[in-house]
């Protein structure tokens, strides 16, 4: 741990082997004191916050991944697909409330033509041309390819045409093949995730980038997975956060697991901000994490708790006892307590308001 200390104070990058330290280890308050210093030096002390709503469109999937209790097949009761006027009901209230950024991700629908896509981004955008839609996870955008017989490469520069802003970083999982053979086989490879960042990045489309833990991979895979955003990072500088999705059992087919603790979360939002050197945002997802992990959690270098998000069924379908959204004044008060400065921001981390003491 002292070595990886002098690193940390010099700005050396770490290597696999301090990363599997950092998670190995019980010294959680050294683990959260080294990421706290490398926050305070990437991004200083203000914390973001958005004003945000989060829009599942669909529950129906084909891909059928042990580790999600929102996936539905479309014969099944519980399946659900909106329309787009229902999609644009759920736009216009939120932003008559003042969001900035709608963040949309689905199941991978089996029979829903690329169009419905394309034209929930058109509407979006013609409902408000300022919002900033974050919308389909690389694993969407892989699949609208297959589905419209088109590259990637032009499925996103349609979509971009039509509203498109960003990606979100939902799809990732764990990069890890013998994981993905377990948990999800059907869905894209990790390299086909990564190649469908590394192509958005390079049409000028950021992203964020996840990464699901706390299923069946090890500390290594963990590590291995931070490397590979890492690396990607390097080449493109397109990710503008990295966020650590905690996993819940409830209703999936790995039910039997007994999803994360409080000192493991935190410790792997640590060791994300230790690991990730390149990038400047580490959010802590309120929805999975409960409020008062991600209250702690920007103290173990964190530098951004989302947002709003109003509606949220992926997580809850799993079991998060959290709330639906939280209100603007909430994350204040939270950022403020924790003794950071807080600050709103846009999907691409342009400051629209500092809310100084
Ligand atoms: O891709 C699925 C994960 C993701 C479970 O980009 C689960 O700012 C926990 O990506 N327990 C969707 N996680 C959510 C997502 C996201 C969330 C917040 C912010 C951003 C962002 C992205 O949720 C899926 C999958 O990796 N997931 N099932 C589960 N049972």
């Not at 305070?40 to 042990?66: L, M, Q, S, Y």
């Not at 034209?119 to 919002?131: F, G, K, Q």
């Not at 990637?152 to 802003?165: M, P, R, T, W």
């Amino acid at each position: 741990m002292d070595v990886i200390e002098e690193k940390v104070i010099s700005g050396e990058r770490l290597s696999r082997e301090d990363g599997l330290k950092l998670l190995e280890t019980d010294d959680l308050l050294r683990v959260g004191a080294l990421a706290d210093q490398a926050r305070r030096r990437a991004a200083g002390d203000r914390v973001f916050f958005i004003n945000n709503r989060h829009i599942n469109h669909t529950n129906v999937c084909g891909n059928g991944c042990k580790f999600c209790a929102f996936n539905a097949r479309e014969d099944s009761p519980g399946a659900y697909t909106m329309t787009l006027d229902e999609v644009i009901e759920r736009a216009r209230a939120s932003l008559a409330d003042g969001a900035t950024e709608l963040h949309i991700v689905g199941g991978e629908h089996p029979s829903l033509p690329y169009e419905y896509y394309l034209e929930m981004i058109a509407a979006l955008r013609r409902l408000d041309p300022s919002v900033h839609i974050q919308a389909f996870t690389a694993s969407e955008i892989a699949f609208f390819a297959r589905r419209a017989g088109k590259s990637v490469a032009e499925v996103l520069l349609e979509l971009k045409d039509a509203g498109l802003g960003s990606l979100p970083g939902g799809g990732a999982e764990i990069f890890s093949e013998r994981v993905r053979r377990q948990v999800c086989p059907n869905k894209i490879s990790a390299e086909g995730w990564l190649d469908v960042m590394r192509t958005a990045h390079k049409a000028g489309i950021k992203s964020n980038a996840t990464m699901l833990y706390g299923h069946v991979e090890t500390a290594g895979e963990r590590i291995d997975h931070l490397l590979r955003l890492r690396e990607l990072q390097d080449e493109t500088g397109g990710f503008g956060s990295f966020i650590p999705l905690a996993f819940h059992p409830d209703n999936t087919k790995l039910s039997e697991l007994p999803g994360t603790t409080g000192v493991e979360d935190l410790k792997m939002l640590a060791v994300g901000r230790l690991m990730l050197d390149n990038f400047v945002n580490i959010k802590a997802f309120w929805i999975m994490l409960g409020i008062k992990v991600a209250q702690i959690s920007m103290h173990f270098g964190v530098n951004d708790i989302d947002g709003t998000v109003v509606e949220e069924k992926i997580t809850h379908a799993a079991g998060a006892r959290t709330g639906q959204s939280i209100s603007r004044d909430e994350l204040i008060g939270l950022i403020r307590d924790a003794g950071r400065t807080p600050v709103e921001r846009d999907t691409l981390y342009n400051v629209i308001r500092v809310y100084e003491d």
